[in-house]
C-alpha cells in the first residue's frame, strides 16, 4: 500500500511535520525531510498495526497529491 503524505514547516521554526491524510491520527515530526519520512515510515507501520490489534478495518489509501504551479 501508497500512502500520500502531506510534510509542512513547523511554524517558527525549521522543523517539519507530517500527517496522513488517510489515517486520522497518524503524524510525526522531524529536523529535515529525510527524517521527517523516516519517521513517517514507522509511524504509519505503528498506526496499521494498532488498528489490525483491535480488530479495526486498514483504510485503503484514496488521497491523491499534485501540485499545481501558478504566478505569484
Known amino acids: 500500500m501508497q500512502y500520500a503524505i502531506v510534510i509542512e514547516t513547523a511554524p517558527g521554526s525549521s522543523n517539519y511535520s ?4 488517510d489515517l486520522p491520527g497518524c503524524i ?9 519520512k523516516h519517521n513517517m515510515q514507522e509511524a504509519i507501520e505503528l498506526h496499521l498495526e494498532g488498528l489490525r490489534e483491535g480488530g479495526l478495518p486498514i483504510p ?9 504551479e501558478v504566478a505569484a
Not at 18 to 21: D, K
Not at 28 to 36: A, K, L, N, R, S
Not at 60 to 68: C, G, R, W, Y
Open 60 to 68: 485503503e489509501p484514496s488521497t491523491q497529491v499534485a501540485t499545481i
Open 18 to 21: 507530517a500527517y496522513v491524510p
Open 28 to 36: 510525526t515530526t522531524g529536523c529535515t525531510i529525510e527524517e521527517v
